[in-house]
């Protein structure tokens, strides 16, 4: 059986995924999907903030499975990909699986940066408020998913690769990657 050509890549919050995502797609000459764009643009119809609409998705779980839907049909009808999502390893069980891990104060810093110096929806004063955004996400997120679908996603079992993104650019992540996901498909 010939394997999906689709990378899914998850992991910590500010970890440089999404940076990541575009570079190995310009590189393998891939498309991207971002089920982020799905979720950030539905916290803005709902007029919420990322932390208030996760707490409101948890009451709410019918918001999730349709976001879960929309990616898993895209994905079912699409090969060629690099998808930045939490559940896109999930979904598309031939994907090469792939999670980005950063430091919590590393990522609170990135977060807290680009809140300022970005259009985002969440701005952070401080680096203790963003540190506590992303735990509260997180454990939002995990919660949720485990709920839902009975999976953690912080278990890195589920990956065929995990990289430490705190001390690495996102061009040597991107190199990691592409090396790791051309020995797979030899595989």
Do not use: H
Not at 83 to 103: C, G, H, P, Q, Y
């Amino acid at each position: 059986m010939k394997k999906r050509k689709i990378i899914a890549i998850t992991g910590n919050i500010a970890s440089g995924k999404s940076k990541v995502v575009r570079k190995i797609a310009n590189r393998l000459g891939m498309g991207t999907y971002f089920a982020s764009k799905n979720f950030r643009k539905l916290s803005r119809d709902y007029n919420m903030d990322l932390a208030t609409f996760n707490e409101y998705i948890e009451c709410n779980p019918e918001i999730d499975r349709a976001i879960d839907k929309t990616m898993a049909d895209y994905l079912n009808n699409n090969d060629n990909l690099v998808v930045d999502s939490r559940l896109a390893w999930f979904f598309e069980k031939d994907a090469f699986k792939v999670f980005i891990t950063v430091n919590l104060n590393v990522a609170a810093l990135r977060l807290a940066k680009d809140s300022k110096n970005r259009n985002v929806e969440d701005k952070y004063d401080s680096i203790d408020e963003a540190k506590n955004a992303i735990i509260k996400r997180q454990r939002y997120e995990r919660d949720r998913y485990k709920k839902e679908y009975g999976i953690d996603i912080l278990d890195y079992s589920n990956y065929d690769l995990v990289i430490d993104s705190t001390n690495l650019s996102s061009d040597d992540i991107s190199n990691m990657i592409i090396e790791q996901y051309n020995d797979w498909l030899k595989n």
